[in-house]
């Protein structure tokens, strides 16, 4: 596949897709960590080169994502290899609704994202998904097949994935160049990874106190608040049925209800209900397979194809002639979001964001679409602030970039890489040492032990972290002491089943082409 043409900005007279200048290197130095399992580290390009440039020239190869397939979780998260949870963008409703109030704020507005509170029902986060539905779906793809040969074409497509996990976590990886101990909201990473076959799986990880941690800020009334206008944005902007988009908005009625929902809601929010896409793209040299949520997509009028669209929701911003000290911590504070919208959109291949702008009561007052490749442009230097004048009334022109994709882009790849590579090492070499071990154990009691390793990235953020789990940790932390059924490290037993047949099966139509090729 050639590398993408979407043309994230190189340097005046520098190729698009330059390699990096500087490389942040990894160290090993178990007498001076304070872990002896960790096995590596990868320092911080600012770190490592000592100075607070840009370490990168220009961003990694990036290929087009090709979608390979989806599938649906229902409303009691089952999950279904089909599009039956698929939902289309209409937009938000007319802003006709006068404001409560009046003086302080625009003298109408749209939806009130208030709407269904008292309905919403939430998954329960407690419960391990791992990578399963991701993992399923592409066995599935492989063995929905109708011959072995169709079989072998699909299944290569895994089989030739560097990496295989969701859309979120290689979001997280690649902002990891920008986080900082100082911010509001830091995001540290914590993964568990495992090579089987040659590919890597990454899972997110999240520790007992920190799942009640998260459990606690979910439960707080404001935080669930402010959680739940982002699903009633997209209930408001989508409809179940393509045909629906061109209809009117007016109110519709429940039958357990005798009120009208307000016009444009399309049914009360569940967040079991998901439909994901399943998409192949490479970065740099990692080749991934990566799943994520979509939030809905739109037939484009040009080329009648569906086209996947992104949903979000944000504060409004304060115009700079009213309170400019208050407009520069709004926009700042919006333009460091733009990083993790564009990311989301940008490996998945979702070319519209949608933003729903709000204020505190939680009333839509405006939105904007913003195309996600020209969303780098916004906030890099050269370029003139959206909303702000000079003395003169002209536009003022950016000094310095808030953020760069070439760097988000440029770690993000190094991570991978340094990861994979580490794996991969200690992998085969773990799998080589207990190999009479594992045949007496999977004889005796059919278990498969595989080794497990877990990636840290936390303040002050200066290096990335990757040490083995011991088996114990393995049964409680990863395999949730068995609850969540029988695993190979924290794959299903039966996805670890299938990939050690479909590894034989490719194995043995080599072999049988190479012998065909000697054949006089």
């Known amino acids: 596949m050639p590398a993408d043409k979407r043309g994230l900005d190189a340097p005046e007279g520098e190729p698009p897709f330059k390699r990096l200048t500087h490389i942040a290197t990894t160290t090993i130095n178990t007498a001076t960590m304070s872990d002896e399992r960790v096995i ?83 998954r329960d986060d407690s419960v391990p998904e791992h990578l399963d539905a991701l993992v399923t779906a592409l066995q599935h793809r492989t063995e929905a097949a109708t011959s072995e040969t169709e079989r072998n074409e699909l299944d290569q497509e895994r089989r030739r994935a560097d990496v295989v996990t969701w859309r979120g976590i290689i979001t997280k990886i690649c902002t990891a160049y920008d986080q900082s101990p100082e911010a509001r909201f830091a995001d540290p990473l914590e993964l568990n990874a495992m090579m089987l076959d040659g590919t890597l799986y990454l899972e997110e990880y999240a520790s007992a106190s920190a799942m009640a941690e998260k459990q606690k800020k979910e439960d707080d009334p404001k935080m669930k608040r402010m959680g739940y206008y982002g699903y009633s944005f997209e209930s408001y902007c989508t409809v179940d049925d393509e045909a629906q988009t061109h209809e009117p908005f007016r109110p519709t009625r429940r039958k357990e209800s005798a009120l009208p929902d307000p016009p444009g809601w399309s049914g009360d929010v569940n967040t079991n209900v998901q439909w994901c896409q399943v998409v192949k793209t490479k970065l740099g040299d990692n080749r991934l397979v ?66 729903g702008f709000r204020d505190f009561h939680g009333l839509l007052t405006t939105h904007q679409e913003f195309e996600t490749l020209r969303i780098p442009r916004m906030v890099r230097a050269g370029q003139p602030i959206a909303g702000r004048m000079d003395h003169a009334g002209k536009a003022v022109i950016r000094q310095d970039s808030v953020w760069e994709p070439k760097d988000s882009l440029g770690f993000g790849d190094q991570i991978l890489s340094f990861i994979r590579k580490t794996i991969a090492t200690h992998t085969t070499s773990s799998l080589r040492a207990n190999a009479t071990e594992q045949i007496k154990e999977t004889a005796a009691s ?31 932390e990863v395999q949730d002491s068995g609850r969540s059924g029988e695993r190979v490290g924290f794959l299903p037993r039966s996805f670890y089943d299938f990939v050690q047949s479909r590894a034989a099966a490719a194995a043995a139509a080599a072999a049988a082409a190479a012998a065909g090729s000697t054949q006089p």
């Open 446 to 476: 059919g278990n498969v032990n595989h080794p497990v390793f877990r990636i840290t990235y936390k303040p002050p953020f200066e290096r990335v972290e990757m040490r083995t789990l011991s088996e114990n940790e393995i049964i409680e």
């Open 40 to 122: 590596a580290t990868l320092k911080h390009p600012r770190v490592e080169s000592g100075f607070l440039g840009s370490p990168f020239s220009a961003p990694p190869t990036f290929q087009q994502p090709t979608p390979l397939c989806s599938f649906s979780f229902d409303e009691n998260r089952k999950v279904w290899q089909d599009d039956r949870c698929k939902r289309f963008y209409r937009g938000p409703p007319p802003y006709n609704n006068r404001h409560p109030q009046q003086g302080r704020a625009p003298p109408v507005f749209g939806a009130d994202l208030n709407y269904g509170l008292d309905r919403y029902v939430r």
């Open 290 to 355: 990566i799943g994520g949520e979509v939030d809905a997509v739109e037939r484009n009028k040009s080329t009648g194809r569906e086209e996947m669209v992104e949903l979000k929701t944000s504060m409004q911003m304060t115009p700079f002639h009213r309170n400019f000290g208050k407009a520069l911590s709004d926009q700042e504070r919006f333009e460091k979001k733009l990083l993790k919208f564009f990311l989301q959109s940008y490996l998945l291949g979702i070319g519209k964001i949608v933003v």
